[in-house]
């Protein structure tokens, strides 16, 4: 009552207002309380559920489980590329803390549990490629110890994980590697592209090759793991666990054995190449290899901006493709185009004898047969067997060529040459067919210091023997051969064969059509395939000194390109067998490998003699390969 009364000693003029300071008081107090229990109610009535959720979601953490990645095996089944499940040790910088003075306690504790001195860690941090929010691999193959201790210490490493994952495990080691491919983390703008619509950052994504093209198939979906923890952040149980979908697998056209075969006969060159070996009637790619190679197991480790520049930088340049990015001129392997455009066109006729004197005054310019040969009186037969370049020099001169067209560009354009292939492959280059609109334009632009006159009919005499501008890929001169050998369908070719899921059922099967269907008449055919079986198997031809002695015939034609003042030509050779039913079409081609018998005939024989099991017994592995009966 003393709270509600006045002391009797306090002036009774003052007690009044005593008794107002009261009140106010008392009113104060009482909104206050109410405050408090309408906060309450809020609490736990109104937004019960809300903060129900938060406190579950405190001691609930969720995380992603990537689902293991597909299988790619050969056309037998053979395994190329599998997986090889690790626990990963990554870190998020952005999540660090903002403290000076913790965030080097916390990189130093890291360091130590990473093997990284603090120097190394941050060096780590400040040259891996990395993207805002992205993780970046510490470590790989944490040992339990490790491991147990991260788990059960996460308060003391935020921005931390420890995630377990899969890494690709390449079984025939560096063998079709620009084929395979790679696979690394989706990246920022490719999250905004439709097919990896349900990716997060962090999720791997083919990147390169095949593993890029059939990533949809090869992929899987993620799943789901939430575990209980303590208030301090370490893991008490698992509550639900959703196991992602594995990918499926990936059956190639590749066979192994032929693959392994064409590799190692053009690194025994020691010369940057490339080779292609396809049937010729499905566009299967049978074998295509590119040297110099890599390995591709350097692209599974963490890895520093610098380690990767040391790669990606090399002068020999073995990232690139060769075999479907290297355009080269071809030199004389290009004839049997020039010779398809000339006799559909008519320009000549496959009897008519040319007189070839060794040399041809084009423009006052006098040009020359390779090695100064004169070779008399040749018709289109002949001058693919002996590869006659005077022969080809007259019918460029001949050719109608002008704006966008002419006889022997359009004629190599319907075969494929100077426009992508169409292969499962992404980054395939186009080559170069030149026209004169392309090569004016170019003057007219002078942006280009190679071309430094408009176009001439000397360039139409290049090209009639694959020099000049021409660019090919081993690919597309392959793709040309085998429409020739099998009566004019352009095929596209096509390294996948099916998609089969873990179970080995048969999802999908990859049966691409052809782009188009020439006219080339049978006699056409048969005269340039019969002079190239000439070039090939008769005496005095320009590759018998290698396929003379094969046990059936074969119809290839030679190719030896001038690369540029002080440079090693470039050596080709392209080949369909057998010459009476053709069903492989195989190229090869060296850098400064020389004339095309010398380093890239041997490519092709080396090949040919695996896929037709020539010196091998009965049940060797390529005794079967080429047979009426297997299609691809």
């Given amino acids: 009552m003393y709270l509600l009364q006045p002391p009797e000693d306090v002036p009774s003029r003052l007690r009044p207002r005593v008794k107002v300071r009261i009140a106010v008081l008392a009113a104060l107090l009482i909104a206050a309380l109410l405050m ?36 790619i095996v050969d056309r037998r089944g053979t395994a190329l590329v599998e997986n090889r499940p690790v626990i990963t040790l990554e870190l998020r910088p952005a999540a660090l803390p903002s403290s000076r003075m913790e965030r080097r306690d916390e990189l130093a504790a890291l360091g130590r549990l990473a093997g990284l001195s603090p120097a190394q860690l941050r060096r780590k941090i400040r040259e891996t490629p990395r993207l805002g929010g992205y993780p970046i691999v510490l470590r790989q193959g944490l040992d339990r110890r490790t491991l147990f201790y991260l788990l059960e210490h996460r308060d003391r490493f935020p921005g931390v994980s420890v995630e377990p994952t899969y890494v690709r495990s390449y079984k025939q080691g560096s063998l079709a590697a620009h084929v395979l491919g790679l696979v690394g983390q989706v990246g920022p703008a490719q999250l905004k592209e439709p097919q990896y619509d349900g990716l997060e950052p962090g999720d791997i994504i083919g990147q390169a090759g095949v593993e890029h093209t059939y990533d949809r198939y090869l992929r899987g979906t ?74 591709p197991v350097f692209y599974t480790k963490p890895r520093t901006r610098a380690q990767y520049r040391s790669l990606e930088n090399r002068t020999d340049a073995p990232l690139i493709d060769r075999a479907d990015q290297g355009g080269y001129p071809t030199g004389s392997a290009f004839k049997p185009i020039t010779a398809t455009a000339a006799l559909e066109e008519g320009l000549i006729d496959p009897d008519t004898i040319f007189q070839d004197t060794g040399s041809l005054d084009v423009g006052g310019t006098v040009l020359h047969n390779a090695g100064g040969a004169a070779n008399g009186p040749v018709d289109m037969s002949d001058a693919l067997k002996v590869s006659s370049d005077v022969y080809f020099y007259s019918l460029g001169l001949e050719a109608r060529a002008e704006g966008n067209h002419g006889q022997i560009q359009d004629w190599a354009r319907r075969l494929g040459l100077g426009q992508k292939p169409g292969i499962d492959l992404p980054n395939q280059g186009p080559g170069l067919i030149p026209t004169p609109a392309w090569r004016d334009r170019l003057f007219d632009k002078g942006t280009n210091p190679y071309i430094d006159r408009p176009w001439t009919r000397g360039d139409n005499v290049n090209l009639a023997i694959g020099q000049g501008d021409v660019q090919v890929t081993p690919l597309q001169l392959a793709r040309a051969y085998a429409a020739l050998a099998n009566g004019g369908t352009l095929v596209t070719p096509h390294l996948g064969k099916r998609i089969e899921s873990i179970d080995g059922r048969t999802v999908e099967r990859i049966r691409p059509k052809p782009r188009r269907r020439l006219h080339i008449s049978e006699l056409t055919r048969e005269t340039i395939l019969g002079g190239m079986e000439r070039a090939a198997m008769e005496p005095g031809g320009t590759s018998y000194s290698v396929f003379g002695g094969f046990p059936f015939a074969i119809a290839g034609k030679t190719g030896t390109a001038e690369r540029g003042e002080g440079e090693a030509d470039q050596s080709w050779y392209g080949a369909v067998a057998p010459f009476r039913d053709p069903r492989i079409a195989v190229v090869a081609t060296v850098e400064r490998g020389g004339f095309g018998v010398e380093s890239a005939a041997p490519v092709v024989a080396r090949i040919l003699e695996r896929y037709f099991g020539l010196g091998q017994s009965a049940g060797g592995s390529s005794s079967g390969l080429g047979g009426a009966s297997n299609p691809e």
Wanted: proline content about 5%; aromatic content about 6%.
């Fill in 36 to 71: 408090i229990l309408l906060r309450l109610w809020s609490l736990q009535v109104l937004s019960g559920d809300h903060y129900r959720t938060l406190a579950n979601d405190n001691r609930v953490r969720e995380f992603r489980v990537q689902a293991p990645r597909g299988e």
């Fill in 222 to 295: 993620a799943g789901e793991e939430r575990i209980q923890v303590d208030a301090l952040g370490r893991p008490k149980g698992v509550l639900s666990s959703e196991a992602g979908r594995p990918g499926d697998n990936l059956r190639l056209t590749l066979d192994l054995d032929l693959q392994a075969t064409g590799e190692a006969a053009l690194r025994s060159k020691g010369l940057p190449g490339a080779f292609v070996a396809m049937n010729v009637h499905t566009g299967a790619v049978l074998a295509m290899g590119s040297y110099p190679t890599y390995d």
